[in-house]
C-alpha cells in the first residue's frame, strides 16, 4: 500500500516537473519558432529547386542534385578542407590560451579586475569592424604590425601574399575576437568552485598542477563543453573577417564555407546550391557538435 | 494535467501574437516608412504608364512623385548629385531619395530588391559589370523606347556600347572611364625619358629603369590581390598583348598564347625584373593609389578619380610631379550609370531622373567637381570652351576622355561576378606562384566556359 | 597558502602579454583616427601623429548622422535584450532542471539555430519581414535579431544553471518556494554573474550585426552603426580616418556599460564561492 502511494506520489512529482519545464520553456520556445522557422523552412525548399528557377519564381524542384553538385565541386571540398582545419586549429588554440589566462585570472592576484575588463574588450568591436583593422594592422608597407616586426630585424613581411600567412593572419585576427569570450565563460566557471574544495585538496597535499588537473580540470569539464561546443559552431560559420582580410584568397587559400555559400548566391546567383550547402553545413556542425558532447561526456542521458 | 499544458500553450500563443501585433501596429504608425513599395502612398500623381511625358504643357508634369535611388554610400558621384539635386526636384516635381547604401553590399541589396520585387528602389545606381548580369535576370527596364534618339547620339559610342546589353539599353551613364597611366615626370627626368611608353615592352623597359632600390622606389605596381579590381586591371594586360578573355560569340579564349604571355610579361616584371613591389602580389587599386601619392612608385595604372586627390598637396606628396597618359596599346572601358528597376512603381519618373543624371550639363558640371573624362561630345565642347578651368584640369579631362573613346568594349556576360572572380583566382594564383601559368590557365579556361556558360 | 615569488612573476607576464596583445589594435585604431589623411599612409607609418587631429571626430559629430544610428543601435540592441532575458531565463531553468518529453529535442533546435550559416538567411528574413510590412522599420531588426540572441543566452545559461547546487534549490523548496519564486529569489540572484555575461554576449551579438541589418533596412531611420561604419569603404577607397572615428566611438557605450556594471558582473566573479 504505502509503496504505491510511494510510487504515485513520485509520478505526480515527475508529472508537475514536467508541466513546469514545458511552462518555462514554452514562451521561448514559441517567439523562437515564429522568427526563426519561416526562414528556415524557406531554406530548406529553395535546396531542391533549381536556381534559375528560383530567380523567375518557377520554382522547378530538382531533388538532390543542388546537393550533389555541391558535394562534387572542387570549390567546396577546397572551402571544407580549409574550414575543417581552421576550426581544430583556432578552436585548440582558443582552448588552451583561454584555460591559461582565465586560471591565471582566477589567482586573483592584484589588478585582477582590470585585467578582466581589458580582455573583454575585443568582444566589442564588431567582426567586420575587426576586419578591416586587422586588414589595417597587417598592411605591408603602412601597417603598424610589419613596422615592429621590421625592429627584430624583419623586412617587409607579406602577410597576404602566400596561403601560409593569409591563413595565418585570419587565424590570428580571429583569436583576437573570440578567445575573450572563452575567457570569461571559463572564468565564471572557475569562480564558481568553492574555495573549500580547493583549500581540501591542498590540505590533502595536492598541489599546483596536480591540483588543476584532477579536481579543477574535471569541475571545469561542462563549461569547457560548453565552450567547445559553441566555439566549434562559431567557427565553421566563419565569414565577416575572412571576407574582409582576404577575400577568400589568395588563390582561394583562404576561401571558407561561408564564403563559398556567399559566391555561389550572390555572385553566381545559384542560390538553390547555396541553400544545399548551408544546410550540409548545419548537419555537419550538428554531427560534429553531437560527438564532441558525447565524447566529453559520457553516459550522460536525458533523465534528470 | 493535459489540458492544463494546451491552455498554457493557447495562453503563450495568444500573448505572443498580441505583442507580435502591437509592435507591427506601432511599426506602421510611428516609422518613416521610406520604401516607396509595399501598400504606401507613392502613387499620387502619376501620369498614366503609356505616354512618355515629357513634360511639355504642365510645368511640373510629376508633382508629387516621390522615387527612391539607390547609391553607393560615400561615393564621390551620389555626393555630387545630393548637392544639385533640389534642381531637378524644381524643374520635373519629383521628390528624389537618394539612399546611401554601403558600396560592399550594393549589388547583394539590389540583388534582394529584384527577387523579392518590393519595388523599394526605383532607380538603381549601375556599375556596368552588374548590367548584363541584371539585364538577363529581367532586374532592369530596357530604356530603348524612353531615350531619344538624338540625345544618344551625344554619347561617345564606347559610352552607349557599356549600357548595352544584347542589343537594349538599359541604364544611362554618368561616368564612363577607363584607367590611364600616370607617371612621376621628375622621375621620368631623370632617368632621361622623355615621353610615356606606346607599347607593353617599352612600359616593361622604363618600369626597370625607374626602381630604384636605395630610395626606396618601385617602377610600377602588378596588382595580383584576388578581388575584382586587379581582375579589372589584369584585363587591361592582356588587351594589350593582343589577347582577350571572352570574345563576342561567348567563347572563353583565356587558353591562348596572347594570356599565356601576359602572364609571362606580368611574372618577369614582378619577379625577375623586380620593379613591382613584393607585396604587390596582393594589392589593389587602393594600395596603387596609397603607393603612388606617396611618392614610393613612378608609374602606375589606376582610374581618374586618382587624379584629383594626388593633385591635393594635403593627401598627395606628389602634387605638382605627376601627369597621366594614354595607355600603351588600349584598354577596356568601364562605365556607372543608373537604371530603372523593374519593380519601380514611377517607371516615367524614374527615367526623368536616369535622363538628367546624365544629361550635358549635369554630366558636364560633375567632371568639372570631379576630374573624370565626359561620356558626352556637347560636355567635351563646354569643357574645352569654359575659361574658368584650369589649362592642367582640361587636359587632363581631354586625356582621359582621348583614352576612353579609344579604349576597347570588353563583351560582358551576365555571369561577370562569378566570371571576374575566377578570373581573379586565376592571376592571384599565378602571381603567387601557387600553380604555373600553363597548369593554371588550362583549369581557370574550363572553369570560366562553364561559368560563361551559365552552368 | 604561500604563492612562490617566481610563479606570481610568471602570472603576471602572461596577463601582460595578453593584455598588449588585446590593447593594441585599440591604441592602433585610435591613432589612426586622429591622423590627417596624408599621415595615414605614410612608409614607414608615423607612430605619433604629429599634427594630431581630432577633425574625424568634428565631422561625424558636426554631421549629426550618427547620433541617429546610434539611436537605432541602442534601441534595438536594448529592446532585443530585454526581451530575450525575459524569455531565456526561464526557458533556460526548465532546460536545466525540468525535463519533459520533448525537451532534449527543443534544446537541441534552439541551440541549433546558432549552426545555421547566417547568410542563407538573409533572404527569407528579407521576403518574411517585407510581407509584413516591416521593411526599413526597427521592429524588423528585433524580430530578427531574437532568435539569434535566444539561441545564444539560453545556451550558455543553461549550462550555467544546471550547475547550480541542488541544495540551495532543495533549502527553496523546504522554505515553501514555488518554482517562480525559487528562480526570482535564488537562483537569478546568486547566478547574477553568469546571467550578467549571458546578457552581455547576448547584447553584443545584436550590437554588432551587421548582415541582416543592411539586408532589412535602407534609411537611417533603422539603420544601425555597424552600416554607417560600412559606409566608409567604397568601392574605390576606404576612408580610414572615418571609418576608425567611428569605431570608436561605436565601442564607447559597450565600454562604458561594462564599466558602469563592472561592479555587478567582475564582483560576482571575483567573489568567488558562493557561500552558504
Same mark, same amino acid.
Not at chain 1, 253 to 257: C, I, P
Not at chain 2, 329 to 338: E, H, L, P, R
Not at chain 3, 250 to 269: C, E, H, N, R
Given at each position: 500500500?504505502?509503496?504505491?502511494?510511494?510510487?504515485?506520489?513520485?509520478?505526480?512529482?515527475?508529472?508537475?516537473?514536467?508541466?513546469?519545464?514545458?511552462?518555462?520553456?514554452?514562451?521561448?520556445?514559441?517567439?523562437?519558432?515564429a =522568427? %526563426? /522557422?519561416?526562414? !528556415?523552412?524557406?531554406? $530548406?525548399? #529553395? &535546396?531542391?529547386?533549381?536556381?534559375?528557377?528560383?530567380?523567375?519564381?518557377?520554382?522547378?524542384?530538382?531533388?538532390?542534385?543542388?546537393?550533389?553538385?555541391?558535394?562534387?565541386s572542387?570549390e567546396?571540398?577546397?572551402?571544407?578542407?580549409?574550414?575543417?582545419?581552421?576550426?581544430?586549429? =583556432? %578552436? /585548440?588554440?582558443? !582552448?588552451?590560451?583561454? $584555460?591559461? #589566462? &582565465?586560471?591565471?585570472?582566477?589567482?586573483?592576484?592584484?589588478?585582477?579586475k582590470?585585467?578582466?575588463?581589458?580582455?573583454?574588450?575585443?568582444?566589442?568591436?564588431?567582426?567586420?569592424?575587426?576586419?578591416?583593422?586587422?586588414?589595417?594592422?597587417?598592411?605591408?608597407?603602412?601597417?603598424?604590425?610589419?613596422?615592429?616586426l621590421?625592429?627584430?630585424?624583419?623586412?617587409?613581411?607579406?602577410?597576404?601574399?602566400?596561403?601560409?600567412?593569409?591563413?595565418?593572419?585570419?587565424?590570428?585576427?580571429?583569436?583576437?575576437?573570440?578567445?575573450?569570450?572563452?575567457?570569461?565563460?571559463?572564468?565564471?566557471?572557475?569562480?564558481?568552485?568553492?574555495?573549500?574544495?580547493?583549500?581540501?585538496?591542498?590540505?590533502?597535499?595536492?598541489?599546483?598542477?596536480?591540483?588543476?588537473?584532477?579536481?579543477?580540470?574535471?569541475?571545469?569539464?561542462?563549461?569547457?563543453?560548453?565552450?567547445?561546443?559553441?566555439?566549434?559552431?562559431d567557427?565553421?560559420?566563419?565569414?565577416?573577417?575572412?571576407?574582409?582580410?582576404?577575400?577568400?584568397?589568395?588563390?582561394n587559400?583562404?576561401?571558407?564555407?561561408n564564403?563559398?555559400?556567399?559566391?555561389?548566391?550572390f555572385?553566381?546567383?545559384?542560390?538553390?546550391q547555396?541553400?544545399?550547402?548551408?544546410?550540409?553545413?548545419?548537419?555537419?556542425?550538428?554531427?560534429?557538435?553531437?560527438?564532441s558532447?558525447?565524447?566529453m561526456?559520457?553516459?550522460?542521458?536525458?533523465?534528470? | 494535467?493535459?489540458?492544463?499544458?494546451?491552455?498554457?500553450?493557447?495562453?503563450?500563443?495568444?500573448?505572443?501574437?498580441?505583442?507580435?501585433?502591437?509592435?507591427?501596429?506601432?511599426?506602421q504608425?510611428?516609422?518613416?516608412?521610406?520604401?516607396?513599395?509595399?501598400?504606401?502612398?507613392?502613387?499620387?500623381?502619376?501620369p498614366?504608364?503609356?505616354?512618355?511625358?515629357?513634360?511639355?504643357?504642365?510645368?511640373?508634369?510629376?508633382?508629387?512623385?516621390?522615387?527612391?535611388?539607390?547609391?553607393?554610400?560615400?561615393?564621390?558621384?551620389?555626393?555630387?548629385?545630393?548637392?544639385?539635386?533640389?534642381?531637378?526636384?524644381?524643374?520635373?516635381?519629383?521628390?528624389?531619395?537618394?539612399?546611401?547604401?554601403?558600396?560592399l553590399?550594393?549589388?547583394?541589396?539590389?540583388?534582394?530588391?529584384?527577387?523579392?520585387?518590393?519595388?523599394?528602389?526605383?532607380?538603381?545606381?549601375?556599375?556596368?559589370?552588374?548590367?548584363?548580369?541584371?539585364?538577363?535576370?529581367?532586374?532592369?527596364?530596357p530604356?530603348?523606347?524612353?531615350?531619344?534618339?538624338?540625345?544618344?547620339?551625344?554619347?561617345?559610342?564606347?559610352?552607349?556600347?557599356?549600357?548595352?546589353?544584347?542589343?537594349?539599353?538599359?541604364?544611362?551613364?554618368?561616368?564612363?572611364?577607363?584607367?590611364?597611366?600616370?607617371?612621376?615626370?621628375?622621375?621620368?627626368?631623370?632617368?632621361?625619358?622623355?615621353?610615356?611608353?606606346?607599347?607593353?615592352?617599352?612600359?616593361?623597359?622604363?618600369?626597370?629603369?625607374?626602381?630604384?632600390?636605395?630610395n626606396?622606389?618601385?617602377?610600377?605596381?602588378?596588382?595580383?590581390?584576388?578581388?575584382?579590381?586587379?581582375?579589372?586591371?589584369?584585363?587591361?594586360?592582356?588587351?594589350?598583348?593582343?589577347?582577350?578573355?571572352?570574345?563576342?560569340?561567348?567563347?572563353?579564349?583565356v587558353?591562348?598564347?596572347?594570356?599565356?604571355?601576359?602572364?609571362?610579361?606580368?611574372?618577369?616584371?614582378?619577379y625577375?625584373?623586380?620593379?613591382?613591389?613584393?607585396?604587390?602580389?596582393?594589392?589593389?587599386?587602393?594600395?596603387?593609389?596609397?603607393?603612388?601619392?606617396?611618392?614610393?612608385?613612378a608609374?602606375?595604372?589606376?582610374?581618374?578619380?586618382?587624379?584629383?586627390?594626388?593633385?591635393?598637396?594635403?593627401?598627395?606628396?606628389?602634387?605638382g610631379?605627376?601627369?597621366?597618359?594614354?595607355?600603351?596599346?588600349?584598354?577596356?572601358?568601364?562605365?556607372?550609370?543608373?537604371?530603372?528597376?523593374?519593380?519601380?512603381?514611377?517607371?516615367?519618373?524614374?527615367?526623368?531622373?536616369?535622363?538628367?543624371?546624365?544629361?550635358?550639363?549635369v554630366?558636364?558640371?560633375?567632371?568639372?567637381?570631379?576630374?573624370?573624362?565626359?561620356?558626352?561630345?556637347?560636355?567635351?565642347?563646354?569643357?574645352?570652351?569654359?575659361p574658368?578651368?584650369?589649362?592642367?584640369?582640361?587636359?587632363?579631362?581631354?586625356?582621359?576622355?582621348?583614352?576612353?573613346?579609344?579604349?576597347?568594349s570588353?563583351?560582358?556576360?551576365?555571369?561577370?561576378?562569378?566570371?571576374?572572380?575566377?578570373?581573379?583566382?586565376?592571376?592571384?594564383?599565378?602571381?603567387?606562384?601557387?600553380?604555373?601559368?600553363?597548369?593554371?590557365?588550362?583549369?581557370?579556361?574550363?572553369?570560366?566556359?562553364?561559368?560563361?556558360?551559365?552552368? | 597558502?604561500?604563492?612562490?615569488?617566481?610563479?606570481?612573476?610568471?602570472?603576471?607576464?602572461?596577463?601582460?602579454?595578453?593584455?598588449?596583445?588585446?590593447?593594441?589594435?585599440?591604441?592602433?585604431?585610435?591613432?589612426?583616427?586622429?591622423?590627417?589623411?596624408?599621415?595615414?599612409?605614410?612608409?614607414?607609418?608615423?607612430?605619433?601623429?604629429?599634427?594630431v587631429?581630432?577633425?574625424?571626430?568634428?565631422?561625424?559629430?558636426?554631421?549629426?548622422?550618427?547620433?541617429?544610428?546610434?539611436?537605432?543601435?541602442?534601441?534595438?540592441?536594448?529592446?532585443?535584450?530585454?526581451?530575450?532575458?525575459?524569455?531565456?531565463?526561464?526557458?533556460?531553468?526548465?532546460?536545466?532542471?525540468?525535463?519533459?518529453?520533448?525537451?532534449?529535442?527543443?534544446?537541441?533546435?534552439?541551440?541549433?539555430?546558432?549552426?545555421?550559416?547566417?547568410?542563407?538567411?538573409?533572404?527569407?528574413?528579407?521576403?518574411?519581414?517585407?510581407?509584413?510590412?516591416?521593411?526599413?522599420?526597427?521592429?524588423?531588426?528585433?524580430?530578427?535579431?531574437?532568435?539569434?540572441?535566444?539561441?545564444?543566452?539560453?545556451?550558455?545559461?543553461?549550462?550555467f544553471?544546471?550547475?547550480?547546487?541542488?541544495e540551495?534549490?532543495?533549502?527553496?523548496?523546504?522554505?515553501?518556494?514555488?518554482?517562480?519564486?525559487?528562480?526570482?529569489?535564488?537562483?537569478?540572484?546568486?547566478?547574477?554573474?553568469?546571467?550578467?555575461?549571458?546578457?552581455?554576449?547576448?547584447?553584443?551579438?545584436s550590437?554588432?550585426?551587421?548582415?541582416?541589418?543592411?539586408?532589412?533596412?535602407?534609411?537611417?531611420?533603422?539603420?544601425?552603426?555597424?552600416?554607417?561604419?560600412?559606409?566608409?569603404?567604397?568601392?574605390?577607397q576606404?576612408?580610414?580616418?572615418?571609418?576608425?572615428?567611428?569605431?570608436?566611438?561605436?565601442?564607447?557605450?559597450?565600454?562604458?556599460?561594462?564599466?558602469?556594471?563592472?561592479?555587478?558582473?567582475?564582483?560576482?566573479?571575483?567573489?568567488?564561492?558562493?557561500?552558504?
Open positions: 500500500m504505502l509503496q504505491r502511494e510511494a510510487g504515485a506520489k513520485k509520478y505526480a512529482k515527475r508529472q508537475s516537473k514536467q508541466q513546469i519545464g514545458i511552462a518555462l520553456t514554452l514562451p521561448a520556445i514559441v517567439v523562437m519558432l =522568427t %526563426v /522557422v519561416y526562414p !528556415l523552412i524557406w531554406a $530548406l525548399k #529553395i &535546396s531542391f529547386l533549381s536556381s534559375n528557377s528560383i530567380l523567375t519564381g518557377k520554382n522547378e524542384f530538382v531533388g538532390f542534385s543542388n546537393y550533389l553538385n555541391v558535394l562534387a572542387d567546396f571540398s577546397n572551402a571544407m578542407v580549409n574550414t575543417l582545419a581552421f576550426v581544430v586549429v =583556432t %578552436v /585548440v588554440m582558443e !582552448l588552451l590560451i583561454g $584555460l591559461l #589566462i &582565465s586560471v591565471t585570472l582566477n589567482r586573483r592576484l592584484r589588478g585582477n582590470i585585467f578582466a575588463m581589458l580582455f573583454s574588450l575585443p568582444l566589442m568591436m564588431a567582426p567586420i569592424v575587426a576586419g578591416f583593422i586587422w586588414r589595417w594592422l597587417f598592411a605591408d608597407q603602412y601597417g603598424i604590425i610589419n613596422y615592429l621590421s625592429f627584430l630585424g624583419i623586412e617587409n613581411h607579406l602577410w597576404f601574399a602566400t596561403p601560409f600567412w593569409a591563413k595565418s593572419s585570419v587565424l590570428i585576427a580571429n583569436l583576437w575576437q573570440t578567445t575573450p569570450f572563452v575567457i570569461l565563460v571559463l572564468y565564471a566557471a572557475l569562480s564558481n568552485i568553492p574555495d573549500e574544495i580547493n583549500e581540501a585538496a591542498s590540505i590533502d597535499g595536492a598541489g599546483g598542477f596536480g591540483l588543476f588537473r584532477r579536481i579543477t580540470l574535471p569541475l571545469l569539464k561542462p563549461a569547457i563543453l560548453l565552450v567547445l561546443v559553441i566555439r566549434i559552431a567557427a565553421f560559420r566563419i565569414y565577416d573577417l575572412v571576407y574582409i582580410l582576404t577575400g577568400g584568397g589568395p588563390g587559400a583562404t576561401n571558407v564555407l564564403t563559398f555559400i556567399y559566391r555561389k548566391s555572385s553566381d546567383f545559384q542560390f538553390g547555396g541553400s544545399a550547402a548551408s544546410i550540409i553545413i548545419t548537419l555537419i556542425i550538428m554531427v560534429v557538435s553531437y560527438f558532447f558525447r565524447l561526456r559520457p553516459g550522460r542521458g536525458n533523465a534528470e | 494535467m493535459k489540458t492544463k499544458w494546451i491552455r498554457s500553450a493557447k495562453q503563450a500563443m495568444v500573448l505572443l501574437l498580441a505583442v507580435v501585433l502591437v509592435l507591427a501596429g506601432c511599426a504608425s510611428n516609422n518613416d516608412n521610406n520604401n516607396g513599395g509595399g501598400e504606401n502612398q507613392s502613387a499620387v500623381g502619376n498614366s504608364e503609356g505616354t512618355n511625358n515629357g513634360g511639355s504643357d504642365n510645368a511640373k508634369p510629376y508633382d508629387g512623385v516621390e522615387i527612391n535611388v539607390g547609391v553607393e554610400a560615400g561615393g564621390p558621384a551620389p555626393e555630387f548629385f545630393k548637392t544639385i539635386i533640389n534642381e531637378f526636384t524644381e524643374q520635373t516635381g519629383i521628390k528624389v531619395n537618394i539612399i546611401d547604401v554601403p558600396g553590399k550594393m549589388h547583394d541589396t539590389f540583388v534582394t530588391e529584384s527577387i523579392a520585387g518590393t519595388g523599394g528602389f526605383d532607380v538603381f545606381n549601375l556599375d556596368q559589370p552588374w548590367i548584363p548580369e541584371f539585364a538577363e535576370k529581367g532586374f532592369l527596364v530604356l530603348n523606347d524612353y531615350v531619344d534618339e538624338a540625345d544618344l547620339d551625344d554619347f561617345y559610342p564606347v559610352a552607349i556600347d557599356s549600357v548595352t546589353y544584347k542589343g537594349s539599353i538599359y541604364g544611362l551613364p554618368y561616368l564612363v572611364h577607363t584607367p590611364v597611366v600616370y607617371y612621376r615626370t621628375d622621375l621620368f627626368e631623370k632617368a632621361g625619358i622623355t615621353e610615356p611608353a606606346k607599347t607593353v615592352e617599352q612600359y616593361r623597359e622604363y618600369a626597370k629603369k625607374l626602381t630604384d632600390p636605395t626606396g622606389i618601385y617602377g610600377t605596381i602588378i596588382e595580383g590581390q584576388q578581388s575584382p579590381e586587379p581582375a579589372t586591371q589584369f584585363t587591361d594586360w592582356v588587351l594589350q598583348h593582343g589577347g582577350k578573355l571572352l570574345d563576342e560569340n561567348n567563347k572563353v579564349k587558353d591562348s598564347p596572347e594570356v599565356l604571355q601576359t602572364f609571362k610579361t606580368l611574372l618577369a616584371m614582378q625577375e625584373d623586380k620593379s613591382s613591389p613584393p607585396g604587390a602580389v596582393n594589392y589593389n587599386n587602393a594600395d596603387v593609389q596609397q603607393q603612388f601619392m606617396q611618392g614610393k612608385v608609374m602606375v595604372r589606376n582610374w581618374p578619380y586618382m587624379y584629383a586627390m594626388a593633385q591635393d598637396p594635403a593627401q598627395s606628396k606628389v602634387a610631379k605627376f601627369a597621366i597618359a594614354l595607355q600603351p596599346v588600349t584598354s577596356a572601358v568601364w562605365s556607372w550609370g543608373f537604371g530603372i528597376s523593374k519593380d519601380s512603381k514611377n517607371k516615367d519618373a524614374a527615367f526623368e531622373f536616369v535622363k538628367w543624371a546624365s544629361s550635358s550639363d554630366v558636364t558640371r560633375f567632371v568639372k567637381q570631379v576630374t573624370n573624362p565626359v561620356p558626352r561630345k556637347s560636355s567635351m565642347e563646354a569643357i574645352k570652351a569654359d574658368n578651368i584650369p589649362e592642367e584640369t582640361k587636359n587632363a579631362i581631354l586625356m582621359m576622355t582621348e583614352n576612353m573613346i579609344q579604349g576597347t570588353v563583351a560582358l556576360n551576365p555571369a561577370y561576378d562569378s566570371f571576374r572572380n575566377r578570373v581573379a583566382v586565376m592571376l592571384s594564383k599565378i602571381m603567387t606562384k601557387q600553380s604555373t601559368p600553363e597548369e593554371e590557365i588550362k583549369a581557370a579556361a574550363a572553369d570560366l566556359q562553364k561559368i560563361a556558360d551559365g552552368e | 597558502m604561500r604563492k612562490p615569488r617566481l610563479n606570481i612573476m610568471v602570472s603576471y607576464l602572461i596577463l601582460i602579454f595578453m593584455g598588449i596583445f588585446t590593447l593594441f589594435p585599440f591604441l592602433w585604431t585610435f591613432m589612426t583616427s586622429i591622423k590627417t589623411e596624408g599621415q595615414l599612409f605614410s612608409i614607414p607609418p608615423q607612430l605619433w601623429p604629429n599634427p587631429t581630432f577633425g574625424n571626430y568634428a565631422a561625424v559629430l558636426k554631421d549629426g548622422s550618427m547620433m541617429q544610428f546610434m539611436y537605432n543601435t541602442l534601441f534595438v540592441t536594448l529592446v532585443t535584450t530585454m526581451l530575450a532575458l525575459l524569455l531565456a531565463i526561464p526557458a533556460a531553468y526548465g532546460f536545466s532542471k525540468f525535463h519533459y518529453r520533448f525537451s532534449g529535442l527543443l534544446f537541441a533546435f534552439v541551440v541549433s539555430v546558432r549552426m545555421v550559416p547566417p547568410i542563407i538567411l538573409s533572404i527569407p528574413y528579407f521576403l518574411m519581414i517585407s510581407e509584413l510590412g516591416l521593411l526599413n522599420t526597427k521592429t524588423a531588426l528585433i524580430i530578427a535579431y531574437l532568435p539569434l540572441e535566444l539561441t545564444m543566452m539560453i545556451w550558455l545559461m543553461e549550462g544553471f544546471r550547475q547550480f547546487p541542488k540551495l534549490e532543495e533549502a527553496a523548496d523546504l522554505d515553501g518556494l514555488d518554482t517562480i519564486g525559487k528562480l526570482a529569489r535564488i537562483v537569478v540572484p546568486i547566478s547574477l554573474p553568469s546571467i550578467s555575461i549571458s546578457t552581455l554576449f547576448g547584447f553584443l551579438i550590437w554588432n550585426e551587421f548582415m541582416l541589418a543592411s539586408t532589412l533596412t535602407r534609411t537611417s531611420v533603422s539603420q544601425t552603426m555597424p552600416i554607417f561604419i560600412a559606409s566608409s569603404v567604397t568601392t574605390f576606404i576612408f580610414w580616418g572615418k571609418l576608425t572615428a567611428n569605431g570608436v566611438l561605436y565601442m564607447l557605450p559597450v565600454i562604458l556599460f561594462t564599466l558602469f556594471a563592472q561592479k555587478g558582473i567582475v564582483k560576482g566573479l571575483t567573489a568567488g564561492a558562493i557561500k552558504e
